[in-house]
């Protein structure tokens, strides 16, 4: 079982966020990866940064950055490789939609390689994310809130 809640550990959430950077085929998702990783409580402000916990272990992370007050981007589902095919992702996606609910959101968007990702990919097509383009192999996706 997978315990979510807001982010009380910036560094579990900086080496969650380091270990994601390192899968090969997504160094794309990290161009400001520096400067998110200098500051993960400015950098996500007036958005959330929520992690999951297998007992008192931090092993997921997802983050919420504001966009505008009506559009989120979603970024860092991460779940560490030993804890996958667990069911924690849903979890995980569930808690980051609730939360952007809660700030008022009305739309989320996220980036995703379906080459790198697939799991991943099915399951947000699965929970109802649609594709809004894809440029070189990374897809935009969307889901409205209301």
């Known amino acids: 079982m997978i ?9 579990a959430a900086k080496n969650l966020i380091l270990e994601y950077s390192k899968i090969k085929g997504a160094e794309a998702c990290f161009i400001s990866l520096d400067r998110e990783l200098s500051d993960l409580k400015g950098f996500y402000k007036e ?28 970024k860092r589902l991460y779940i560490k490789p030993e804890y996958r095919g667990n069911g924690y992702a849903r ?8 939360k952007c609910r809660e700030l008022k959101f009305k739309e989320v968007r996220f980036t995703t390689k379906p ?21 070189n192999g990374t897809v935009s996706m969307c889901m409205l809130l209301e």
């Open 91 to 98: 979890p995980m996606l569930n808690a980051m939609l609730e």
């Open 115 to 135: 080459e790198v990702m697939s799991i991943g990919y099915a399951l947000y097509r699965k929970m109802g994310f649609e594709e809004l383009g894809n440029d």
């Open 47 to 74: 958005g959330a940064l929520l992690l999951g916990y297998d007992d008192v272990n931090p092993i997921a992370t997802i983050a919420i950055k504001k966009v505008d007050d009506n559009l989120a981007e979603a």
């Open 3 to 11: 315990e979510i809640r807001e982010c009380d550990d910036y560094e």
